[in-house]
């Protein structure tokens, strides 16, 4: 196991640069994941740690080696993709110990590290069985399988459940998780899916544009977003981002005005009257009332535990998530009251959380 440093990395392509100088530090053994939108870098980036791409400039240390001009197999990396890269005409325990085959390993130890693998991955009954005769998360795990075997300082995902379907998604996620924890094996997981990083991670790296929002744990992310754009990346349904004014500021207290509605929250330093903000809450963090957002119902969406209502406010949608089956219509006009105690507020022109 290692830690792994990303230090002012770049990487153009050709005049174009897409990664701007990002410092990452990962510790060792820590499970740390790269979530952000599609073309934000993070795959770029993975793929620059295994060394499958080219670095610019910056430098990137596993321990305490500049890996930069390391082949990808002189890195002691593991790689597992998207699309598990099995060669068919091989079994399970063939894929598995392919490496170590061409590593020149004995064969006895190959065997013997192949049956570890095959055991911790509950894949013994299928070592005989050819790729085709398995289930796409038989196949990650194949994938996952060929990784371990190696014993490398530091195993990289690149969006590993894409191409699964949404219970296997959720089930390869646990497994994936209990891996780690069971192997205490360094690892940088690249996904789009902010649930997969919640719901994964020891550490969050939110990218976008080719350069860090923030980096932090789950919670403290979602907790305390550093910005509108982790704001709104972050949660399942997004946080509702609704723009106003400040009015008045008197007496600890900042009167906020949005749209045809008034509010009042305890002030924050660098806040001035007239300033424009944004206001988040959590869908979570929304009630009914008999005041508050004047809303008009759009949609009702029924999950079973919970039902997801979108609102029309004004020019804009607001979504809340009640555990209670209220009976709402579309076309119901409602009042929305806010959990005070919730509220985010956000530079109107930097778009910067107000603490």
């Known amino acids: 196991m290692a830690e792994v440093s990303v230090k002012n990395l770049r990487k153009n392509y050709g005049a174009m640069e897409v990664i701007h100088g990002i410092d990452v530090d990962i510790a060792d053994g820590e499970f740390v994941v790269l979530v952000g939108p599609s073309g934000c870098g993070k795959s770029t980036l993975l793929r620059m740690i295994a060394g499958l791409e080219e670095v610019t400039s910056g430098d990137i240390l596993i321990g305490d080696r500049r890996v930069n001009h390391l082949s990808p197999n002189e890195r002691d990396i593991a790689m597992v993709f998207q699309s598990y890269a099995l060669y068919p005409h091989k079994t399970v325990e063939a894929n598995m110990g392919f490496s170590l085959k061409l590593r020149k390993m004995d064969k006895a130890e190959i065997k013997k590290r192949v049956a570890e693998a095959a055991e911790i991955l509950g894949l013994t009954p299928y070592l005989d069985r050819f790729p085709r005769a398995l289930s796409g998360g038989q196949r990650q795990r194949v994938a996952m399988g060929r990784a371990i075997v190696r014993d490398p300082q530091v195993f990289l995902f690149d969006e590993p459940l894409s191409n699964l ?21 360094t690892t940088v997981y690249v996904t789009h899916d902010q649930i997969e990083a919640m719901t994964m991670a020891d550490k969050i790296v939110v990218l976008n544009g080719g350069n860090v929002e923030q980096v932090g744990s789950p919670l403290a992310l979602y907790d305390r977003p550093k910005n509108r754009f982790v704001a709104s990346f972050i949660g399942s349904p997004s946080m509702n981002l609704i723009d106003g004014t400040v009015r008045e500021i008197s007496g600890g207290q900042a009167t906020l005005v949005l749209g045809d509605l008034t509010v009042t929250t305890p002030t924050r330093p660098g806040l001035t009257e007239g300033q424009k903000i944004t206001l988040g809450v959590r869908p979570e963090h929304l009630s009914l009332s008999n005041a508050g957002l004047p809303v008009k119902v759009r949609v009702v969406e029924p999950t079973g535990s919970e039902i ?19 009976p709402l219509s579309p076309g119901d006009t409602v ?4 959990d005070m ?5 956000f530079d109107g022109a930097t778009g910067n959380r107000m603490e």
């Open 308 to 326: 997801h209502v979108v609102f029309q406010f004004q020019a804009q949608e607001i979504t809340a998530i009640f555990r209670d089956r209220h």
């Open 341 to 345: 105690g919730q509220l985010h507020l």
């Open 165 to 185: 379907d949404a219970k296997l998604r959720v089930q390869m996620r646990t497994e994936i998780r209990e891996l780690h924890l069971r192997l205490q094996t």
């Open 335 to 338: 009042h929305l009251a806010l």
